[in-house]
């Protein structure tokens, strides 16, 4: 865990000096986070929850929107609080055979979309309510989670996107954790 720690530490401690973040002020106070994953397992939630479990020590209060299937995530963080969207809409129980021909994580993607029917109206206003009711400051989406930054856009709040995958080949990110998905 505290390795952990040390790269939170390491990367906004850079981002100050460099001045590559234009959300740094946004961290310094005292803010109301919001973080939306409502589809997907641990390697989409668990470690977002573990740096805004570091955040909320640090005096940030965060809320995790998901979904009742993946609530128990939540829990291991008790400080953060957890707002259920509903229940799962439900996967294709064969969404990731084949997977292995797939040559790139978007081709997934494509499948998950067309197999998760959530209410994404619902959720968006629902979300959109919330981040304003809330005075949210800024808002972290699952890469999943269209619904997410829409409704982000809608509040005029700023937002980040997660992602477990790398986008290209070459993306050049500093720190890199490779996925599998095991079917």
């Known amino acids: 865990m505290d390795a952990v720690y040390t790269k939170i530490n390491a990367v906004l401690t850079f981002a100050k000096r460099e001045n590559k973040l234009n959300i740094w002020s946004t961290l310094i106070h005292a803010n109301n986070i919001g973080f939306v994953a409502p589809m997907g397992g641990s390697s989409h939630m668990t470690w977002v929850l573990t740096i805004l479990d570091e955040l909320n020590e640090r005096g940030h209060n965060i809320t995790f929107f998901t979904r009742d299937e993946s609530v128990r995530f939540g829990k291991a963080y008790p400080k953060i609080n957890t707002v259920s969207l509903g229940p799962e809409s439900g996967f294709d129980p064969n969404l990731f055979e084949g997977i292995e021909e797939l040559e790139t994580p978007y081709q997934l993607f494509g499948k998950v ?26 808002v972290i989406c699952d890469n999943m989670s269209d619904v997410c930054n829409q409704a982000a856009i809608a509040a005029k709040l700023p937002f980040i996107v997660t992602a477990t995958s790398e986008s290209t080949s ?12 095991v079917g």
């Open 113 to 138: 979309f067309e197999s998760a029917a959530t209410p994404w109206e619902t959720d968006f206003y629902a979300l959109t309510n919330y981040f304003i009711s809330s005075n949210l400051s800024i």
């Open 170 to 181: 070459d993306n050049g990110s500093m720190f890199h954790m490779e996925a599998h998905v």
